[in-house]
């Protein structure tokens, strides 16, 4: 996972398709335990932390009331966040289910 500031992160969910958020603070003993796991299960994902206590609009604008939250983006959209008590297996179905569609769809595909 890389860290990365708010407004940079912001710019990297204009960037990839599907795209994992893990926010954290310094002195969640959860959030240190969990965050190698989550890396361990999903390699092949652009994944960011944004620690909550420096950046603390990253919880005001992603309403983060605990950590960790692990939130995932589709095309600049959450579409899956799990808080706290984080269910690896159910995250890494959620991302393959995500990184298994048809993203090159084009309209006349879709109407012709």
Known sequence: MQSTTFTQFQNELTMHPLVLL????????????????IEHALTDLPMFVLDAHVYPEVASAYQALTAPVVLL??????????????DIPKLVKFVQ???SMNLSVTYQDLFN
């Open 22 to 37: 893990y926010i954290s603070t310094p002195t969640c003993s959860v959030c240190h335990a969990i965050k190698p796991k």
């Open 73 to 86: 983006f589709f095309e600049g959209k959450e579409v899956h966040r799990q808080a706290r008590f984080i």
């Open 97 to 99: 289910s995500y990184q």
